[in-house]
């Protein structure tokens, strides 16, 4: 699958910054016309505690069947810093090095983390989407910035994340009586159809199953490597 070159990764937090800021113009949040997204992508990262060795997998998985069709990933030492704010710049190189490897183009992608819903309307989801041109959206399990008021019980319901009186997200409930996610635009897609995308992706636990299934992944790539640190290839 292509990539764009958006830039180089060796930057300091500064730099990262000023990329997030000139970035952030070229996110649309329309998406395609019938989009009906069938294939769905999801990425996640896993890795020790205090390590700078980091697994990420992307798992391809058909909608409404919930059918794993593809899973590919990535590892390797990562030297960004953990600056709140600047996931992508700690994330994204590996995440992007296992969807290089994918040899179906899903119709959406869905990152754990935030897109509109960040200091500088720029998080890992949008990252991703201008990098990957793809439909993307951010889901989260907490919130970054902003605040929600006002949801519902059940699951389907939600409400807008407001920030500086600007609305970024929504918090949605995909289960009845469990804490909700965060939901953004990454790139490509409105936030109606971004959380009717998570909606219909998630089954019976909190997060969308593409998510739960790269989470896995990724945790079993980080456990192999322990216990055979010959197992993977850099």
């Given at each position: ?36 997204p069938k294939l ?14 980091f697994?990420?997998?992307v ?12 899973i ?5 030492e ?20 296992a ?17 509109r ?53 929504c ?7 469990v804490?909700p996610?965060?939901?953004s ?31 896995i ?10 216990i ?7």
């Amino acid at each position: 699958m292509k990539i764009n070159e958006l830039h180089g990764w060796d930057v300091t937090p500064k730099e990262a910054v000023d990329l997030q800021r000139s970035l952030a113009s070229r996110v649309t949040e329309r998406e395609p016309a019938g989009f009906r997204p069938k294939l769905v992508a999801a990425a996640d990262i896993s890795y020790e505690r205090f390590s700078s060795y980091f697994h990420a997998s992307v798992v391809a998985m058909t909608l409404p069947e919930f059918e794993i069709v593809e899973i590919q990933g990535a590892e390797g030492e990562v030297k960004f810093p953990y600056v709140p704010g600047l996931l992508s710049f700690r994330e994204l190189p590996m995440i992007g090095e296992a969807f290089r490897k994918m040899k179906s183009r899903p119709d959406a992608v869905i990152i754990d983390g935030h897109g509109r819903a960040h200091p500088r309307r720029f998080g890992v989801a949008c990252h991703a989407g201008i990098m990957l041109g793809l439909p993307t959206v951010g889901c989260a399990k907490s919130l970054l910035v902003g605040e929600s008021a006002g949801l519902g019980a059940t699951r389907g319901s939600s409400a807008n994340i407001i920030h500086n009186g600007e609305v970024v997200g929504c918090a949605l409930r995909t289960r009845d009586g469990v804490k909700p996610v965060y939901v953004s635009v990454g790139h490509m897609i409105g936030l109606t159809a971004a959380c009717r995308l998570i909606l219909g992706a998630s089954r019976n636990a909190r997060l969308p199953e593409p998510v739960r299934a790269a989470h896995i992944e990724a945790n079993e790539m980080r456990k192999r490597k322990r216990i055979n640190p010959d197992s993977l290839s850099n």
